[in-house]
């Protein structure tokens, strides 16, 4: 018989989440880990922003929050340090990155290769970067939607888990388009983290097979 690892009981894996904001996608992967759909158990909040509303939900989850505050270190180096620092000591299997609006270094992304996964409010590879919903009410698109993909050195270019899609109305702005699109996120990154959870995703290369 394989001995349990105390610190993953049902051979649940570990996840932390790292939010900068209101933190709805966090709370979309409480719910699920709350209702048994998540084989996991979530270890920790990380977040750059004091404010965050995350931290709330974290707190109301019974979830440890850290703050590593951004504006606190004299350079981005000094962040990062701290940041990863942080995150080793949640000894997660998976790291979500459920709207961190910052762009990781690459030690953090190398260290963390193949288990740190990102959602993103667009069709990538269309929109990558800020104001994504923005970008696709300007561009004109017909059709908008949302990424998770796994995190590699470029910005929201990693291989693509899962993505849904949602039409572009006539009268959207930036506003209703970026509704529609999260009510399909908090769908999406539960189903992308339960994926990984049970060892389901198999990356080569740039595609990721669900088994
Ligand atoms: C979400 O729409 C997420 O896709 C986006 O920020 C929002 C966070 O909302 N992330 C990015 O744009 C990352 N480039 P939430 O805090 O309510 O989950």
Redesign the pocket.
Known sequence: MVPMDPERPNNRKRIAVL??????????VIDAIASGEIPAVCVGLVTDNPG???IERAKAAGIPATVVEYARFPTKAAYEEALLEAMRGCRADLFV?????RILGAGIVHEFSGRMM?????LLPAF??????RQAIEYGVKVAG?TVHLVDEG??TGPIVVQRCVPVLPDDDESTL?ER??AE?HQA?PLAVKLFCEDRLEVAGRRVRIR
């Open positions: 939010a900068s904001g209101r933190g709805s996608n966090f709370q979309a965050a509303y995350a990155l459920a709207g961190y609006m990102n959602i993103h409010p667009a990558a970067g800020l104001h994504a919903q949302c910005t929201d970026a699109i999260l996120e990154l």
